[in-house]
Each structure stands twice: as C-alpha cells, then as structure tokens.
C-alpha cells in the first residue's frame, strides 16, 4: 500500500514539473517547455551532460559511478598547402583565406567537454557565471574568413553523381554510398598539380581542394573520411559559388552537434571543432595558452605556432571550475576590438557587417539552427536586456537527411529561407553601452541567475583550487653521458626556454 502511494506521488511531480516547464514557469526554464527541461529537472546542469557507467568495484561487487564524459573529436585535417594555380578560384569561391588554415591546431577535448556541459540546445547559448553568449558570423567572418553573406547553401540530395564528378572532377570513384565521396580518394587523385596543367584540370583540382575543406574541416561528419557530393553541385562556377553563405552553413552544422551531443548516450561530435575551440581561447584568457607572434588573418591561425599550455588545466574538473570561478569577472566580450588584431584583418571586414547582429535562422540542406544575436548583444558592444522566448526548433533537431534523398530543401524550409534572405527585418534592438559597467539592463543579471545555469559548482566547490601538476622528477640514477673526453660548450643544466610573448587581446 505504501509502495503504492509512493509511485503515485512520484508520477504526480512529474506531471506538475512537466506543465511546470511546458508553461516556462518552473525555475531555470526559459520560454516554452523543452526537453531538456524534463530530463535535467532545471536547467542543464552538468550532471545532464555526464554518463552513469556500471564498472567493477572490487571482485565481488559492481557499483555505479559519475564518469565525466569526453567525446571523440573528428576532424580530417588538410596539410598541402594550394598550388598558385588555384589560389584566383579559391578566391573566386570565398575559401581562399581558410586554405591558409594547413593542419589546424591541436584540439583539446577536455576543453570542448567543458564547454558542451554548459550549452543550451533550446537557446543556443552558453550558460557562465556572466551571462548567455554563443558563436556568431561574426566570430565565423573574423576567425575562418568565410563569406557569412549570401545565398543559403541548400537543394537536393539526389542526382547522377557519377556524372557530376566526371564533369567536375575529371574523375570517379569506384563506389558511391549515399553520393559520398571518400577523401583518401580525393587527397589521393588529387595530391599533386602540374604546372603545365590545363585550366580544365585546374578548376577540378580547385573543387577537389575546396571538398577536402568541407569535409575534413567545416562539416565534417562522424565518418570522419567522407564528404557529400551535393556540396559539389555548388561549385560548377567559382564566382558563383562566391555568392553562398559557407560560413552559415559551417555554423548551422557546429550548433546541430552541440544540441545533439548535450544527448548522454552521444559520444562523438564533428562540426567545425577548430572554431569553437578558437572562440574559447580568444574570450577567456585565463585558459588560453601562449602564443608566439602577432596575429594572423584568419585569426584561427594564432594557434597554429607553437603553444604553451603552462600552467593551464587540461583536465576537465579543473577547466570547470576555472570557468565557474573567473567567467563573471574575466570573461572578454569583445575580443577582436584590440588595434593589434584589428591591424591584420582585411579592408572588406574591417568595419561591422550587418547580417552579424541579425537574429535569422541558419541553414544547410537539412539542418536548420538559430542565431540568437538578441541573448547575446554585449559581444558587439550593445546594452543586453531581458530576451524574449527563444525560437523552438525541436522539430528541426530531429530532422535531417537520412532516408530523404529526394527532398527538396530550398522548398521544405522555404520559410526559414525567407527569414534569412530577410535579415534586415530581423534586427534586434541595439543600444551602445557608454561603458563596460552598464552592459546590461538593471534587472538581466537576476532575471538570469533565476532562469539560466550561470554555475555548474556548488559555492563550497568553487572555493576549491585546480589540480597543479608537478614537475618531473629527475631520475634518481643519471646514465652518465656517452660524449666522453668531449668538452661541452653548454652547462650541465639545460637553459630554461623563453618565455614566448602573447598577442594582448
């Protein structure tokens, strides 16, 4: 009888805290009910994000455990730099500052763990101690160098791919799985380029270069060695393939991974890793590491020399908890106000674009994400007060391009297509903030404390300090040196490295 009562009771909280969230009025909901809001109780806390695993405790018993989850990245970096040949359709295209971008960097996977414990598929924003923020086309215009401008990169997924290659690429692959291509293939058929080549040969090695981007770098997905052959279809004229939004497209996929793996059963994401790990270093400096040199255009590329993690965590308790404990205070809005960095960004981005404040949709075939510019004003300079009800695309998360060959998605998403062609309409309100101190309205910092997640700590846990990691201990036998009768120029003990300089951002 008892038993009884009790699972009544519990069915019944669980009622209430639905309708609770389904009206917005249970704490830490924002808008209209999400799903999220059922699954972590409140808002998504980190323990949303973490995965029970059962695992052997002893010989005799098993006993479940919190394990912190860190996903598997996937990325298929491109390492031969472009012929010059090609550079003028590169250009042509829009991708010819990305093409500087040659190996990327080294992704820190604590790092993009860290920040996916603090995202919010529901408002596409960044829960931290001050406040919502995202990635925006500005962010992707700055540090990828892709146009954001432009027409939405959308159509359908069927066609004669066999013949789209032989008249693109000059070549095909043997097998075509779902009209992917292979990009060992592609690296492979396409390794090298005559000087004396014909411009024929020349725009299919172009196209094949570009492909490699997409697939290796911007989308790529979790096959990690494959990338569509619709993305080809877009490339037939190099100038017009310049009038597409590649850098929506690369955005509208990264914010898809980022919904789907807030998911505990996901142990993957690809998208494009690079730039959200850029973005991380760029506005939090207490975990960025040490770079040598001044800034470079595409402004990704600061991290590609050498790096010093010195004294920066790389465990994903300690990253936590320096988030939790410097994010209000430390936290840079605007980044890419520096004059040094300003310096080195080209003359057509020197000044604001407008579709970077616009709170439009962003899409890609299947894919359809939000840029929620009016949860995240302070990142462009303006006074951020209360937003509105965030956009519900629960139905979008839950859709994409498997089993749906033949739709056409510049008519399935039309509506969404229109919302982006007119983003003028679209613009949220802005105000200049005359000083850091009244960034935000009067009443936002408790409107959010109440509604979002700005901690993920309890206050006695943020009290706490980051692991340190000791330094190596020399062996306690030292092997003498086998240079014997040698004179050495240099002390016995090594001269410690220099400390590299570090852009002021």
Known sequence: M???????????SRLKQRDYCRTGTAPGCVGKWQPACIRAGSCLSYKYIRKKKTVPFGRKSRKIRDEDRILQLFVHNVKVPPPNRIIGYLREAGFEYFSRVLGGCKLQPTLIAALLERWRPETHTFHLPCGECTITLEDVSLQ??????????????????????HNLLGKVPDTFKGGLISLTWLQKNFNELDEDCSEDEAKAYARAYILRIIGGVLMPDKSRNQVHAMYLRHLVDFKDAGT?????????????EMCKTTHPDKNGISGCLLLLQSWAWYRMPFL?????GSFVFPLVLTWSSDLSHRDIPDELRDIRLLIDQKAKAEFEWMPYSNAALRACIPPELSAPLDIWHATVPLICYATVEWHPTDRVLRQFGFVQSIPGPPV??????????????????????LEWIM???SYNDSMPDRHHSSSPDVAVSPDYMTWFVRHGKPYLLSEEERAGSIHRRRNRRPPKHHRPSTNRGKTSTSSSTPAAPTSPSQPAL
Not at 288 to 292: E, G, L, Q, S, T
């Open 288 to 292: 960025r590491p040490i770079v040598k």
């Open 244 to 256: 597409f939004s590649w850098g929506s497209a690369a955005l509208s996929i990264l914010f898809r």
């Open 144 to 165: 990828l160098g892709l146009p954001v401008k432009g027409r939405v990169v959308t159509g359908t997924c069927i066609d004669d791919w066999s013949a789209l290659c």
């Open 392 to 413: 519900d695309l629960d139905k979008m998360h839950n859709l994409d391009r498997r089993g749906k060959v033949e739709v056409d998605w510049s008519e399935r998403h």
């Open 2 to 12: 008892f038993g009884s009562l009790l699972v009544l009771i519990c069915l019944f």
């Open 419 to 421: 919302l982006w062609d």
